[in-house]
């Protein structure tokens, strides 16, 4: 396991299309976060889980967004009805439960809406 | 939260020692500072932590002085490959929901 893979790593939608990522995060992290990040920005938080608990959701994530992580291992983010606002990289991380361990990003996942 | 300032950009040259400040006037007591690099098309990879004094780790050195209001994060002798973002954060040291801020573009030039 050398680290977060998300998938796709490119995603081109027409508006109102639904689509669904997916975040592998390193193994036995027992944590997983999702964040967006528009261009020239840096990363947002979006949600994240403790196992398969989802423990906080931003403000930003709205009706149309849905994040899960059934089995607590990996995790979907899914997108309903997508708008062009809606463009941006979507990353994962990761983290171990110990203290003081940092998250883990992954490679994120480019969405475009046309 | 604790507001964050750093420069937007900076240039500099192979071989330099590249030093970015960030001002985070208002941290609190329990606050740790990290540093994030971001290149392009890629998830942000951790650089360094730290809460007082110097932190040195095998990629840079972290500089924050006794009243914590500032700190230097310090590249030594950069290379083309260092061009990237370079956040800098304040919060829990595990902190679960990272703040970023926009980041310094830093461009290092042959």
């Known amino acids: 396991d050398t680290g977060v893979s998300q998938n796709p790593r490119h995603k081109i939608t027409k508006r109102g299309q639904n689509v669904t990522f997916r975040c592998d995060p390193i193994?036995?992290?027992?944590?997983l976060y999702w964040y967006r990040q528009t261009l020239g920005q840096g990363p947002e938080f979006l949600t994240y889980?403790?196992?398969?608990?989802?423990?906080?959701k931003s403000r930003l994530l709205s009706d149309r967004f849905s994040a899960e992580r059934p089995k607590g291992s990996f995790s979907t983010l899914e997108i309903q009805r997508t708008e062009q606002g809606d463009s941006a990289m979507y990353l994962c991380a990761s983290r171990d439960r110990e203290a003081g361990e940092t998250q883990y990003f992954g490679p994120g996942t480019r969405l475009l809406v046309l | 939260l604790a507001k964050i300032t750093q420069p937007i950009s900076m240039d500099s040259y192979e071989g330099q020692e590249v030093n970015i400040t960030c001002s985070h006037n208002?941290?609190?007591?329990?606050?740790?500072i990290t540093w994030y690099q971001q290149f392009p098309s890629q998830g942000p990879r951790f650089i360094i932590q730290g809460y007082k004094t110097k932190v040195t780790n095998e990629v840079a050195s972290l500089f924050i002085p006794a009243d914590r209001k500032s700190s230097t994060l310090s590249l030594p002798r950069v290379s083309l490959s260092d061009t990237a973002v370079y956040y800098c954060?304040?919060?829990?040291?595990?902190?679960?929901?990272?703040?970023f801020g926009g980041g310094t573009r830093v461009l290092v030039k042959p």
């Open positions: 193994s036995e992290h027992n944590r």
């Open positions: 889980f403790q196992n398969e608990a989802q423990l906080e």
């Open positions: 208002n941290i609190a007591t329990n606050d740790y």
């Open positions: 954060l304040v919060g829990k040291a595990a902190g679960n929901k990272l703040t």
